[in-house]
């Protein structure tokens, strides 16, 4: 089944303490981004990908990290996470071959709590 | 500047009735727009776009959306409601950045509808 995996779908931590989101796709897409959703702000992009080893920040890119290692993988990182990176996050990815008109799929959404 | 504005936070209509949850955009060139639903504990789902070609585009579930390009609009329709149609939903433009063949994608903040049996 093509899908869009993230894990994990839930955690609670504390402030300054690493954690890393990953996202896995199996559709051999080359376009891959992060995104956070908050109460009456819509999606936010934050970092993408469009191919392996090549990145760019997104609107949003303050306290997180990406790497690109692979074309199936696009694990998020936040260093040290704070209060204010409490959000729900989504990854998604796509062909990329037409980025301005292509679909996107997204993951299921991992749930942050930073205390 | 790019922009895309749902106007809505949410939007009730009974159960049988049409509904319509609007959008409008701030694209310079021609606009790339798309409609997403996210139900609830899920991901988004795409459910239609526009690229170019004819202005009233079909999309999964029934719904369908009309380009307007005088208004500057988008919105997304449905002749009948369902009660599995309440779900939030985000309309999207897609525009190009500074780097060559890049582009972004800019979501609306999202607009709740509700279908009241």
Redesign the interface.
């Known amino acids: 089944e093509a899908q869009?995996t993230q894990n994990p779908r839930y955690l609670i931590t504390v402030t300054g303490k690493k954690l890393t989101v990953t996202c896995s796709q199996n559709m051999n897409h080359e376009y891959m981004s992060w995104?956070r959703q908050d109460p009456?702000?819509?999606?936010?992009?934050i970092y993408?990908s469009?191919n392996v080893e090549v990145t760019?920040k997104?609107d949003v890119p303050e306290g997180y990290k990406v790497s690109r290692k692979e074309k199936r993988n696009f694990p998020l990182i936040l260093e040290s996470p704070s209060p204010n990176q409490t959000s729900l996050y989504?990854c998604?990815s796509s062909f990329g071959t037409q980025?301005?008109?292509d679909?996107?799929?997204?993951?299921?959404?991992t749930r942050l709590t930073v205390l | 500047a790019q922009s895309v504005a749902q106007p809505e936070d949410q939007v009730n209509v009974a159960e049988g009735n049409p509904l319509t949850v609007k959008c409008t955009y701030s694209v310079s060139g021609n606009p790339y727009l798309f409609w997403y639903v996210q139900y609830p504990n899920r991901g988004l789902q795409f459910l239609l776009k526009y690229i170019t070609g004819d202005n009233l585009v079909k999309g999964s579930y029934g719904f369908e959306a009309e380009f307007n390009k005088s208004q500057t609009s988008f919105h997304l329709k449905k002749p009948s409601a369902l009660v599995s149609d309440s779900a939030l939903y985000f309309c999207a433009v897609s525009f190009p950045l500074r780097k060559a063949g890049s582009y972004q994608l800019t979501f609306g903040k999202g607009t709740k509808l509700s279908v009241i049996p």
């Open positions: 869009v995104y009456g702000l819509g999606l936010r992009q993408y469009m760019d997104g989504f998604a980025l301005s008109t679909t996107q799929y997204f993951g299921p959404g």
